[in-house]
């Protein structure tokens, strides 16, 4: 299994994801293609998606 890295946080927008439309698809291989773990922000909170060995999410706060 790959290891997390962490990536600075930064302000981003919808531009950053290609101007997403509302209940548009976000892979999962563009989510972690830099490791297992992506972090979140969200409402002032971190939370942390890691996919595990078997191809599971699992989204911890």
Aim: aromatic content about 8%; cysteine-free.
């Amino acid at each position: 299994m790959d290891k997390s890295i962490a990536v600075p946080e930064v302000d981003v927008n919808q531009r950053s994801f290609g101007m997403l439309e509302q209940n548009e698809r976000i892979y999962s291989d563009t989510l972690f293609r830099h490791g297992d773990e992506v972090f979140i922000q969200h409402h002032g909170e971190q939370y942390r998606l890691r996919r595990t060995r078997n191809g599971k999410l699992i989204l911890t706060k």
